[in-house]
Structures are given as structure tokens and as C-alpha cells.
């Protein structure tokens, strides 16, 4: 079987709020953004997420595409590009290099045909994936909730419709509980949404919930990752929040934007625990050591469609 998508990009301003999707048909497509990026970037990343998604499968892919760049890069520059060590012809270094090497890996082993098609011509899975990238950028311009789509459901995978479902929690927003241990309560309806992007490696069948959770929070700390405005959106709940060591709640947007001009040192980090709250919802307690001291952390990671993302975290300062 070959599976027929169209994957598109869209930045308002270029550079500006942005966003990126793929789509087969209703019931599968995909679409997420940045808070500020170029129509570049949403391009190649409505690839890559195609192809990630898509990866469990092991089906052909027929995408059609009204990028050029993204074409060229596949087909003709990026052997270069590698040879070179991610340089182009005149010694200057490729620009999007992390999505790019991240489009190469998601490449390998697949059986895959790029067909180019003409933008805002009426093609209607082009139209279909431009219209939902679209609506990201914009979304991100309004501060509006992401319209992430349903990715590719497992049609196998039984998922509770809410937390209250899972665990007999009430749902409702987030509670919060001041105290030297950060406690928190899990929000409605976490496995209903799908999520919107996924820039981690490829997860292992060997690695457990809890191994990968800790993976991820572990990466989140690292300085690397924390002034990479696109590896945070991915990392991140499009509902994110986070109530600080000051006690200040950051949302999702602000808290990327802060990070990415932030120079703190690098903080230690020991996973103290991982527990399940609900079939796709896992609490992680940790304890973070840096020159400010030591700081207990309480993460809410949720999963939909296979994918884990940080919905909410709380620092306390140790006593």
C-alpha cells in the first residue's frame, strides 16, 4: 500500500508565527508550529512528522509538495551537504541544518516519491494541508489554542476518553498544592488531544513509559535544548504550564521565548520517581542541583497517539 499526503508550511511575516501539517484525509493529518519561525522550517517539518508518523507502518509514501526547497534538498543537495559536513558549495553552513539532518534520518530505509505541486491551485490535499498549517500560524499570531489534528490513530490502541475515565479524578483544571513537595493533579481530557509535533529520537521498543519520560525530562534541562525555541515547542504541551521556583505561572509560549535567551549554567538532575496516574499520563518527581541550589520538580507528562509531552511542571526550592 502507498499512502497519499500532502505536507505543507506556512509563516505569517516569513519569519513570523508559523506552522507546518500533513494530510492524508480527515481522519488522518497532522499539524503544530513554533511561535516564530520561517515558511522553511514549517516545510520541512510537515515532512519530517509525515515520515515519523508514519514510520510504524512500513508503507511507500507518495507526498505531494508545493516546496521546491524541500524537494531540491531530498533529491539533489543534501548528499552534497553531508559530504561537505553540512556546508554548502561555498563554504557557508546550511541553514535549518538540525531539521534537515532529523528529514535525512526519517528518509532512511523508506520507499517514499516527492511529486511537486503547484501552491493555491485548487489541488485538494495541498489545499487540505495548507489550510491547517495556516491555521497554526494564525492560532500562534491570536494566541489561540494549536489545532494539532489526529495524527495517525492506532486504531488498535485503547485510549481513556479523559482522566475522570481512567482514575475516577473529576476533571477540571489543574489544582495545585504548596508544599516542599511539588504535588499536582492531572487536567481533563489529556487523551483526547493529539499532539501537534515530535522532535526525539526514535524510542526504542525496549525503553519503558517511565524510561522514556525520564529520557525526556533529563533532556529538557540540558542548556542545549532549553535555547532551542523549536525543541522546546516539541517537547512541550501545546497547554503547558509551569508554575516557577518564584512562584510565577508561565505559559507555553512565554516560558520558550525566556528559555531561549536564558544562560544559565547546566543543572544536575536525579529522576526520583515516575508514577502512573492514568493510562497516558505519568508523574515525575526529580530534584535539579545548580548554582542557585536545589530545586524538587514535579512533571505532568501526558501521551496521545504514541507521543509524550510535558503538560505541566512545578519547582519548589528545597529546604
Known amino acids: 500500500m502507498t499512502i497519499v499526503a500532502a505536507a505543507d508550511g506556512s509563516a505569517l511575516g516569513n519569519p513570523g508565527p508559523a ?3 500533513w494530510y492524508v484525509d480527515d481522519d488522518h493529518w497532522s499539524a503544530g508550529g513554533w511561535p516564530h519561525g520561517t515558511n522553511n522550517q514549517g516545510e520541512l517539518m510537515a515532512v519530517i512528522d509525515l515520515l515519523e508518523a508514519t514510520a510504524h507502518l512500513g508503507e511507500d509514501l507518495h507526498i505531494f509538495c508545493d516546496s521546491q526547497y524541500v524537494i531540491n534538498a531530498v533529491t539533489k543537495w543534501m548528499p552534497g551537504w553531508k559530504r561537505k559536513g553540512w ?3 561555498d563554504g557557508a553552513p546550511v541553514l535549518n541544518r538540525e531539521l534537515l539532518e532529523r528529514l535525512d534520518r526519517g528518509l532512511q530505509g523508506r520507499t517514499y516519491r516527492f511529486e511537486w505541486v503547484k501552491g493555491h491551485a485548487g489541488h485538494e490535499l495541498n489545499e487540505a494541508a495548507d489550510d491547517r498549517a495556516r491555521a497554526v ?3 500562534y499570531q491570536k494566541g489561540d489554542p494549536i489545532p494539532i489534528g489526529p495524527g495517525w490513530p492506532d486504531p488498535g490502541a485503547k485510549q481513556a476518553t479523559s482522566v475522570e475515565q481512567a482514575t475516577g479524578v473529576p476533571s477540571g483544571e489543574p489544582s495545585f498544592t504548596a508544599s516542599s513537595a511539588p504535588v499536582a493533579t492531572a487536567p481533563a481530557a489529556l487523551a483526547d488531544e493529539a499532539l ?3 522532535l526525539f529520537d526514535t524510542l526504542t521498543a525496549e525503553e519503558t513509559d517511565e524510561e522514556i519520560v525520564a529520557r525526556l525530562e533529563r533532556e529538557l534541562v540540558e542548556p542545549s535544548v532549553r535555547s532551542d525555541a523549536s525543541r522546546l515547542a516539541e517537547l512541550l504541551h501545546p497547554s503547558f504550564e509551569e508554575i516557577g521556583r518564584s ?3 508561565w505559559a507555553r509560549d512565554a516560558i520558550i521565548s525566556e528559555l531561549a535567551v536564558d544562560d544559565a549554567p547546566a543543572a544536575g538532575i536525579e529522576v526520583l520517581g515516575v508514577d502512573r496516574v492514568a493510562q497516558d499520563a505519568l508523574l515525575l ?3 535539579t542541583t ?6 524538587l520538580r514535579s512533571s505532568l507528562w501526558v501521551r496521545s497517539s504514541g507521543r509524550w509531552r510535558l503538560r505541566f511542571h512545578q519547582g519548589t526550592p528545597e529546604a
Not at 290 to 295: E, L, P, Q, Y
Open 19 to 21: 506552522g507546518w501539517a
Open 87 to 89: 556546508r554548502k558549495a
Open 137 to 139: 500560524a494564525v492560532a
Open 196 to 198: 501537534e509535533l515530535d
Open 247 to 249: 512562584g510565577r505561572l
Open 285 to 287: 518527581t526529580a530534584r
Open 290 to 295: 545548580d548554582a542557585r541550589g536545589a530545586t
